[in-house]
Nanobody
């Protein structure tokens, strides 16, 4: 089982920036597709961004152009740079690790980190 620990959340004013980090305890991090999801109060958890083993990225339409996902396979970390933050970005942000399907292992989730965008 992969253990994921997120950090970097907090309170920021609209238009500001935050950088989330997720540290993964896993032996072959580079084989995992990594992602960030978020869940706002009263809403379902939704995809924010993913990054493949080869570095290809995918973003939710609502964050495209404002958020950037990246990974450092040497440090077993995945980051989410969030710029031009809006109040509607307020949510708990979760790190997600997807192993190769052939391994037959479940997805893993972090405990979440709160991001609040408010003046």
């Amino acid at each position: 089982q992969v253990q994921l620990v997120e950090s970097g959340g907090g309170l920021v004013q609209p238009g500001g920036s935050l950088r989330l980090s997720c540290a993964a305890s896993v032996s072959i991090f580079s084989r995992y597709v990594m992602g960030w999801y978020r869940q706002a109060p009263g809403k379902q958890r939704e995809l924010v961004a993913t990054i493949t083993t080869g570095g290809s990225t995918n973003y939710a339409h609502s964050v495209k152009g404002r958020f950037t996902i990246s990974r450092d396979n040497a440090k077993n970390t995945v980051n989410l740079q969030m710029d031009s933050l809006k109040p509607e970005d307020t949510a708990v942000y979760y790190c997600n690790a997807n192993p190769p399907l052939a391994w037959g292992l479940p997805k893993s989730w972090g405990q979440g980190t709160q991001v609040t965008v408010s003046s």
